[in-house]
């Protein structure tokens, strides 16, 4: 049984789905909590995914007990009426952890696809580092992406026969999706001059980068607008309200500043192949962007990915007005060191991490004799 509930699980979720019901060797069953029903809804569409159970959990302004306390209930009749052999869950959202829960309550497996990623931070990403922490202990099988990722674990006591390191999913989902010809519907977005000027990518959406550094984060955005006309700027802007408050307030009205609504997965992709760097403070795209051969600016103060960082392929930029500024603007003038970003080889996969979690769950669960290999990065 698999169970996800917002965009970015769906997103990373869909090989594995696949894979798992090509393989012919076990049912496979989705429950989506719908923790994010629009944004949700679209992946599903792409990916042709239909769940078995749709919890739809979604109220507006939901607190994270509502939402926790909504899934545990939620999820009680499809595990009584199913009884999977194993739960798989994702990454470090609400929905991961009741899964998780869940599945510990019931006496199920639970496989956590994207462990072992750390700031050791609990409240950066808040309350997502204490989410991926506390599924950690739950979980029996861990998926992690990079061997920094197995370590991790190890090093909070999970016992490395457990653990099998994959490559992450999201790289899958990114190279089937850009290999797909897509054209642009929605005016604002085919109005943007790719050929003539450089694109800046931006989404921000954290609760921690909420309020103060949100707006100083579209205040270097309207600075670079206004001083900079060889550039254009794309925001899909997240539909929380308090996001959505500061970023129309702030960049409203400023030129070659274009503010959309949550793209779908498969614009989004189009967009970042077409842009010139991304600004964000999501975890996806960090792995995706570098992908695409795209320098990517984090937009937090501490990031789970430092093999990104590491690699090159990532800085981390912060919230603050002036080095968000000062950081496009070199990417903008030093071709040098926007050439050793874009060039710099992406540590997150090759495409093949969905094979390697539904091999790893055949072997796990006797259907097979041929043990799984883990990712080279």
């Not at 798992?20 to 992946?43: F, N, W």
């Not at 309207?222 to 254009?232: F, G, N, Q, V």
Request: charged share 25%; with cysteine; aromatic share 6%.
């Amino acid at each position: 049984m698999i169970i996800f509930g917002t965009r970015p699980e769906a997103i990373k979720m869909a090989p594995v789905v696949q894979a798992l019901r090509d393989s012919g060797k076990v049912s496979t069953k989705v429950v989506v909590t719908a923790q994010h029903r629009e944004m949700l809804d679209q992946v599903l569409d792409i990916f042709g995914i239909n769940p078995d159970y749709d919890l739809n959990i979604m109220q507006e302004g939901q607190s994270l007990p509502e939402i926790v306390t909504r899934i545990l209930q939620g999820l009680e009749t499809p595990l009584k009426k199913e009884k999977p052999d194993l739960i798989l869950v994702h990454g470090d959202t609400a929905t991961t952890f009741a899964g998780a829960l869940s599945g510990f309550y019931n006496r199920i497996q639970v496989g956590h696809v994207e462990a072992g990623l750390r700031t050791n931070d609990k409240y950066s990403p808040y309350p997502e580092e204490m989410n991926r922490r506390l599924t950690g202990c739950l979980s029996d099988i861990h998926f992690a992406p990079l061997i920094t990722h197995k370590n991790n674990l190890i090093l909070e006591g999970i016992p490395a026969e457990s653990i099998h390191v994959t490559g992450n999913t999201v790289i899958d989902a990114l190279l089937n999706t850009a290999a797909i010809p897509y054209e642009f519907t929605c005016p604002c977005l085919s109005s943007v001059n790719y050929e003539k000027n450089r694109i800046l990518l931006v989404t921000a959406h954290r609760r921690e980068n909420l309020g103060k550094p949100i707006q100083r984060i579209c205040k270097a955005l309207k600075t670079l607008a206004e001083t900079r006309s060889d550039i254009e700027v794309v925001f899909p802007v997240h539909m929380n309200p308090a996001v959505r408050g500061d970023v129309f307030r702030i960049l409203r009205g400023v030129p070659r500043v274009h503010l959309l609504d949550p793209v779908d997965y498969r614009a989004m992709v189009a967009i970042m192949s077409g842009c010139y760097l991304v600004l964000t403070d999501s975890g996806g795209l960090q792995e995706e962007a570098p992908s695409l051969n795209k320098p990517v600016l984090v937009l937090r103060d501490v990031t789970e990915r430092p093999e990104g960082v590491d690699s090159g392929t990532l800085v981390l930029v912060g919230t603050g007005e002036e080095r968000i500024v000062s950081l496009v603007k070199r990417l903008l003038d030093d071709e040098q060191k926007y050439r050793q970003m874009a060039e710099a080889r992406n540590p997150y996969g090759d495409g093949q991490a969905a094979l390697r979690i539904r091999d790893a769950i055949l072997w796990r669960l006797g259907l097979t004799s041929v043990v799984p290999k883990d990712f080279q990065a």
